[in-house]
């Protein structure tokens, strides 16, 4: 639909970003009765997909194994006992309490709360409008049992083949640069590309962080944090998360902080859509199982302290702060015999296998005399770990920015705030939320978050659209 004057076009609902986030945001606002929903990509059609496109887990509460067997792709299911390994089940009261236990103070635990409570439904309704799981191949203790089938990557190509057989449109090329309210209430967004102009009833943003604008990260992050490898896409530079500020809405989070993962050091500066197997070769999250030194040949990280899917992050914060911004996590034979290891491991090019502790620290420049110290240190300690049984495998490791935890306050229903009450017709999912994560992270978070958020800013902004054209919403169901 198009208003002939000045040829812009009209939609009732204009999604900013085609991550998980947004698409689920898309899907959501077509099911509750939009007819004209559009997504603005920055990114090219060959690059699509977010960092979405790059992940592997969600983390939900669920009771029960018919509930996983539903999940998992028709070839697995039989195997749902076994993939389980007498597992039974996962509470709203664990996964909250796993989440409040490492994501630090400066969250808002209500809106932490009501995501996981709508996990399970959340899940279903994605199951039902396409997404299958399957096992978890190398699974670490306390590890989510199953993954996405076929990763981030088919994740994403089903979210986009549901969001446009709905009757959505994605328009590529088009970078969001700002956007303001018309004089009748709507929203007219700014940028560059074939999107433009647009004028939207309800605007919901779904483009992440700031984690790929440089300037940004040095602003808010620190100094030290303008030159990190990124372990998502380039396009997440923040544009519309600051447009939002300008415009009037309220931020949330910790702005100083960002997810970080341990990575093997052939991580390049950045990773693109398509990129999905190198990237989880790349992660190097076996490091309970070892040992962490830095090149000083000195411990700075509990490796034993909790699942390393809760403490992850903690870790990759703390090796941006080594000398060299450079770690080594070692194991011993134990561990590499007993096929513990995922694969990634086990390729890295930049990894050695000796024969000897002082051998490792020699070939890769670690202080031998203080490692042999630590490791003495280690034996005598109270922890059952032992590095005692050669060969000895030294694994480099570097910092890779995932993104930024700063964002805009938001309600549960995915409503964005101004002056702490709903701006009318603006919501946001997804990454660009801030008050979901000040320190740590629970692996699997993200992405359910962003589903959650996403439908109901999509259910939200649809009716939010049916509404001002004097119209009823077409679906009860509500997701906020
Ligand atoms: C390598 C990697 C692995 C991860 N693994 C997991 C995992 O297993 N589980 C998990 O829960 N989380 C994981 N995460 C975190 C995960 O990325 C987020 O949880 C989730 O994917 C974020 O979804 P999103 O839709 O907010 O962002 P994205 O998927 O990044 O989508 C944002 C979209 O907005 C677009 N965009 C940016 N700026 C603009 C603009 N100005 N105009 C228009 N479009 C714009 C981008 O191009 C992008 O397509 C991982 C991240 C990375 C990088």
Same mark, same amino acid.
């Given at each position: 639909m198009h208003s002939g004057q000045n040829d812009v076009a009209e939609r009732q609902v204009v999604v900013v970003g085609a991550g998980n986030a947004g698409l689920c945001a898309g899907i959501a606002a077509l099911q509750a009765g939009a007819t004209s929903v559009s997504v603005l990509e920055a990114a090219p059609k060959e690059l699509r *997909? *977010?960092?979405?496109?790059?992940t592997r887990t969600m983390r939900f509460s669920w009771q029960g194994s018919p509930f996983i067997a539903a999940l998992l792709r028709e070839a697995d299911k039989d195997r749902v006992e076994e993939i389980l390994d007498g597992r039974s089940g996962y509470s709203d009261e664990q996964y909250a309490a796993d989440w409040l236990r490492v994501c630090g103070d400066q969250v808002d635990v209500a809106l932490i709360e009501s995501i996981v409570r709508r996990s399970t439904e959340t899940i279903t309704w994605m199951r039902d409008f396409g997404q299958r799981w399957a096992p978890r191949p190398t699974p670490l203790p306390g590890d989510v049992p199953i993954v996405l089938d076929g990763g981030g990557q088919s994740l994403q190509d089903r979210n986009f083949a549901r969001f446009e057989q709905l009757g959505g449109t994605v328009f590529y090329d088009s970078a969001v640069t700002g956007f303001e309210k018309t004089a009748d209430g709507r929203y007219l967004v700014h940028g560059s590309g074939p999107a433009f102009p647009v004028i939207a009833d309800a605007l919901v943003l779904a483009s992440a962080g700031f984690e790929a604008n440089t300037g940004l990260r040095e602003r808010h992050l620190g100094e030290e944090w303008r030159d990190v490898k990124l372990?998502? $896409?380039? #396009?997440? &530079?923040g544009a519309p998360l600051a447009a939002a500020v300008e415009f009037g809405a309220d931020t949330a989070g910790n702005w100083e902080k960002c997810h970080t993962t341990p990575q093997g /050091? &052939?991580?390049?500066d950045y990773m693109l859509p398509g990129q999905m197997h190198k990237s989880h070769g790349l992660a190097r999250y076996a490091f309970p199982l070892g040992v962490v030194v830095n090149r000083e040949g000195r411990? #700075? #990280? =509990? &490796? =034993?302290? *909790?699942y390393s899917n809760l403490t992850y992050v903690t870790l990759g914060q703390k090796i941006q702060e080594q000398p060299g911004r450079i770690a080594f996590q070692i194991f011993d034979d134990k561990v590499v015999s007993a096929g513990s290891l995922p694969n990634g491991y086990l390729g890295d090019p930049a990894s050695v296998t000796v024969s000897s502790i002082e051998e490792g620290a020699r070939r890769l420049g670690i202080d031998a005399a203080n490692l042999a110290a630590e490791i003495e240190r280690l034996h005598s300690g109270s922890t059952e770990k032992r590095l005692d049984t050669p060969p000895f495998l030294f694994v480099p490791v570097v910092c890779g920015l995932t993104f930024t935890y700063g964002g805009l306050s938001v309600s549960p229903g995915a409503e964005v705030r101004g002056g702490g009450e709903p701006i009318d017709g603006l919501y946001a999912a997804g $990454? /660009? $939320? @801030? @008050?979901?994560? =000040?320190?740590g992270y629970p692996g699997g978070t993200g992405l359910m978050a962003g589903a959650v958020l996403g439908r109901a800013a999509g259910t939200s902004a649809a009716r939010h659209s049916i509404r001002s054209r004097g119209g009823e919403a077409r679906v009860g169901t509500v997701a906020g």
């Amino acid at each position: 639909m198009h208003s002939g004057q000045n040829d812009v076009a009209e939609r009732q609902v204009v999604v900013v970003g085609a991550g998980n986030a947004g698409l689920c945001a898309g899907i959501a606002a077509l099911q509750a009765g939009a007819t004209s929903v559009s997504v603005l990509e920055a990114a090219p059609k060959e690059l699509r *997909g *977010g960092n979405s496109s790059l992940t592997r887990t969600m983390r939900f509460s669920w009771q029960g194994s018919p509930f996983i067997a539903a999940l998992l792709r028709e070839a697995d299911k039989d195997r749902v006992e076994e993939i389980l390994d007498g597992r039974s089940g996962y509470s709203d009261e664990q996964y909250a309490a796993d989440w409040l236990r490492v994501c630090g103070d400066q969250v808002d635990v209500a809106l932490i709360e009501s995501i996981v409570r709508r996990s399970t439904e959340t899940i279903t309704w994605m199951r039902d409008f396409g997404q299958r799981w399957a096992p978890r191949p190398t699974p670490l203790p306390g590890d989510v049992p199953i993954v996405l089938d076929g990763g981030g990557q088919s994740l994403q190509d089903r979210n986009f083949a549901r969001f446009e057989q709905l009757g959505g449109t994605v328009f590529y090329d088009s970078a969001v640069t700002g956007f303001e309210k018309t004089a009748d209430g709507r929203y007219l967004v700014h940028g560059s590309g074939p999107a433009f102009p647009v004028i939207a009833d309800a605007l919901v943003l779904a483009s992440a962080g700031f984690e790929a604008n440089t300037g940004l990260r040095e602003r808010h992050l620190g100094e030290e944090w303008r030159d990190v490898k990124l372990r998502g $896409v380039p #396009f997440n &530079e923040g544009a519309p998360l600051a447009a939002a500020v300008e415009f009037g809405a309220d931020t949330a989070g910790n702005w100083e902080k960002c997810h970080t993962t341990p990575q093997g /050091i &052939e991580l390049p500066d950045y990773m693109l859509p398509g990129q999905m197997h190198k990237s989880h070769g790349l992660a190097r999250y076996a490091f309970p199982l070892g040992v962490v030194v830095n090149r000083e040949g000195r411990r #700075f #990280f =509990d &490796e =034993d302290g *909790g699942y390393s899917n809760l403490t992850y992050v903690t870790l990759g914060q703390k090796i941006q702060e080594q000398p060299g911004r450079i770690a080594f996590q070692i194991f011993d034979d134990k561990v590499v015999s007993a096929g513990s290891l995922p694969n990634g491991y086990l390729g890295d090019p930049a990894s050695v296998t000796v024969s000897s502790i002082e051998e490792g620290a020699r070939r890769l420049g670690i202080d031998a005399a203080n490692l042999a110290a630590e490791i003495e240190r280690l034996h005598s300690g109270s922890t059952e770990k032992r590095l005692d049984t050669p060969p000895f495998l030294f694994v480099p490791v570097v910092c890779g920015l995932t993104f930024t935890y700063g964002g805009l306050s938001v309600s549960p229903g995915a409503e964005v705030r101004g002056g702490g009450e709903p701006i009318d017709g603006l919501y946001a999912a997804g $990454v /660009i $939320v @801030g @008050g979901l994560y =000040d320190q740590g992270y629970p692996g699997g978070t993200g992405l359910m978050a962003g589903a959650v958020l996403g439908r109901a800013a999509g259910t939200s902004a649809a009716r939010h659209s049916i509404r001002s054209r004097g119209g009823e919403a077409r679906v009860g169901t509500v997701a906020g």
